[in-house]
């Protein structure tokens, strides 16, 4: 048996399998890694928000209310715990439709909601109530009033995070 041929064909056996191995290396993509909202919050995220923009009643608190004039000074008013459970002029006072609402929400996770006139956030809720570790997820949705086009629309914003 010659031993050089032998050196030779381990030698290209050995190169080819380096050869291949840094080809699979370099083209074999990393997993992907999926930071959007899980599909059982988001879809319990638009069922709450579809509720609450079809229940008449809440619609029309959102839609009606002194947002801009109250919130001014009252960050928290316009947080929808506040705004649905407040009387006289102030709030609605509808907030047995939206706890009843928001007890079909995930079990294990805490929410908060609140209700502006523009994109940005007009509550405290992100300094004050959301956890500042762990995952919050978010969902909001424009209501405009179909009645007075004239209503400045508002933007409902749902948070979702583990308790």
């Known amino acids: 048996m010659n031993k050089r041929g032998f050196l030779r064909i381990l030698e290209a056996v050995i190169a080819v399998v380096l050869l291949l191995g840094f080809i699979f290396f370099i083209t074999i993509k990393s997993p992907e890694v999926d930071v959007g909202t899980p599909v059982n919050i988001k ?3 638009v ?3 579809d509720q609450i923009i079809n229940e008449n009643s809440l619609r029309k608190c959102m839609l ?3 947002i801009k004039g109250i919130c001014g000074t009252d ?3 316009c947080e929808c715990d506040t705004l649905f459970s407040l009387k006289d ?3 609605c006072g509808v907030w047995n439709f939206f706890d009843d609402i928001m007890k079909t929400r995930l079990p294990n996770y805490d929410y908060a909601c609140e209700v502006c006139e523009s994109s940005l956030s007009c509550t405290e809720i ?3 109530k959301l956890p500042r570790s762990g995952s ?3 969902e909001s949705r424009i209501i405009a009033n179909t009645e007075d086009v004239d209503k400045e629309p508002r933007v409902i914003r749902l948070y979702f995070w583990e308790s």
Request: proline share 0%.
């Open 43 to 45: 879809d319990s995220m």
């Open 47 to 49: 069922y709450v928000i």
């Open 64 to 66: 009606e209310s002194d």
């Open 75 to 77: 960050l928290s008013f």
């Open 89 to 91: 002029g102030k709030g």
């Open 126 to 128: 992100s300094a004050k």
């Open 136 to 138: 919050v997820y978010t």
